[in-house]
């Protein structure tokens, strides 16, 4: 996938659900600049994805998937989550955010 196939997915998900560009870029937490990615200017870090993904109420595997990115911990979990045909979207959403709630979980007691 390129970044314009990206950039249109990005795109058709603000449009269908009826956010302008500075909704979007409020909503996520992410300056209009560096938005831009939408139009194909720049790629999104994986922060901006999972802010993207809320904001556009889009699984983050998805949005990693959709931006030909792997997820930033190397596991495999998101992509089977975003992949699986059994799950219906909110349960891929659902999963997802437990299991970045479990990653961040982990996170913070190996810090310690």
Do not use: W
């Not at 904001?55 to 979990?77: D, F, H, K, Q």
């Amino acid at each position: 996938m390129t970044d314009r196939d990206f950039s249109s997915f990005v795109r058709d998900v603000r449009k269908r659900a009826h956010v302008s560009f500075r909704e979007l870029s409020d909503s996520a937490g992410v300056s209009n600049p560096y938005l831009q990615g939408e139009r194909g200017v720049r790629r999104p870090s994986g922060a901006v994805l999972r802010q993207l993904a809320l904001a556009l109420r889009v699984a983050t595997p998805i949005m990693y998937l959709r931006a030909n990115l792997a997820p930033e911990n190397g596991s495999a979990t998101p992509l089977a989550i975003a992949t699986d045909r059994e799950l219906t979207s909110r349960q891929k959403q659902t999963l997802s955010e437990m299991y970045e709630a479990f990653c961040s979980e982990n996170e913070r007691g190996a810090a310690k």
